[in-house]
């Protein structure tokens, strides 16, 4: 309770983070995408996040910050704490999914004695149509 009522007398309570963001992994595709935080109240802010299931901990000067990823999964933040180790709210999960898109082809007619065309077909399977 003394930690509360120190937090509150110092107006740090109101600290609230939300997390956003969205984007996707092509399957072999080095990308990073980026997660946005933003937090109100009196910073700096101490923030968990939760990184597929392992929690690291950030802090930020400003609002809003950046988490970067590099690899699919669901994220979102565990805890935000304000100077004077005053808890605050936090908000937001994030699903970033990797899709995988599977190619087939099949060659018919293939060259022999001097012909000038093939026929190539392709068709692709996964992740969500129309394919570009």
């Known amino acids: 309770m003394r930690r509360y009522c120190h937090c509150q007398r110092h107006g ?3 600290t609230r983070a939300a997390l956003s963001g969205s ?3 092509c399957e072999g595709v080095p990308v990073t995408i980026n997660m946005t935080v933003i937090i109100n109240g009196i910073g700096p802010w101490e923030v ?3 990184n597929n299931g392992n929690n690291e901990t950030y802090t930020f000067t400003s609002s809003p910050g950046t988490i970067t990823i590099s690899e699919p999964g669901t994220y979102n933040l565990v805890s935000v704490e304000s100077p004077g180790d005053c808890p605050g709210n ?3 999960t994030v699903n970033i999914q990797e899709i995988i898109l599977n190619l087939t ?3 018919t ?3 022999c004695n ?3 065309h093939v026929n190539i077909s392709a068709s692709a399977s996964g992740a969500t149509v ?3």
Request: aromatic share 24%.
């Open 23 to 25: 984007g996707y992994f």
């Open 12 to 14: 740090y309570h109101y």
């Open 90 to 92: 936090v908000s937001g």
């Open 114 to 116: 001097g012909q000038t």
């Open 109 to 111: 007619d293939p060259l």
């Open 105 to 107: 082809t099949n060659a």
């Open 48 to 50: 968990v996040f939760n």
């Open 130 to 132: 129309p394919y570009t």
